[in-house]
């Protein structure tokens, strides 16, 4: 069962999605509680998973950087009893899945995968993601530049940095 949270834990949640830096001093301004009322107020949120992890966004677009992204549209058959989480389960157990989600639409799964190369996450596509069981059909796409991640706009540089295609 989903829990239900305080008026003070959800605005803690979006104050730390916003800033996940902020300090419980700001916290307690905002939130109306005492600054040690705000440390175990996280510490519970994270105990209980609810906060998982505090992360920084990069703008990858200022730096030099190898790596190359994919969005991956997976279709699926689901298995009876579990549905589609046993194949989304193995397919974010790929070290390369940086985000696996389930939508609606024309495909089930929309995959994030980062590689070295092209060449490395074809072969990751053709080889560990397309033939697990369950997967019917996947369709790739790469990523050419992000202009806004998780709320946040990375800027307007007017170079775009991208890579070649030999096809």
Request: proline share 2%; with cysteine.
């Amino acid at each position: 069962m989903l829990k239900v949270l305080s008026k003070e834990e959800l605005e803690l949640l979006f104050a730390l999605e916003e800033n996940s830096q902020i300090s419980n001093e700001e916290l307690s301004r905002r939130l109306g509680i005492s600054e040690v009322a705000v440390g175990e107020l996280k510490e519970k949120l994270e105990k209980e998973g609810i906060i998982v992890k505090y992360k920084a966004v990069v703008n990858w677009e200022k730096i030099e950087s190898p790596e190359v992204v994919a969005l991956i549209q997976v279709t699926v058959t689901p298995k009876s009893g579990t549905g589609y989480d046993e194949v989304a389960e193995k397919i974010s157990a790929l070290n390369e899945v940086k985000t696996c989600l389930l939508v609606s639409g024309s495909f089930d799964l929309l995959v994030e995968v980062q590689g070295p190369s092209l060449k490395d996450v074809a072969f990751l596509v053709a080889n560990k993601l397309a033939t697990l069981e369950g997967v019917e059909h996947t369709r790739t796409n790469f990523l050419l530049k992000r202009y806004k991640q998780g709320g946040d706009i990375l800027g307007s540089s007017t170079k775009t940095h991208r890579l070649p295609i030999v096809i």
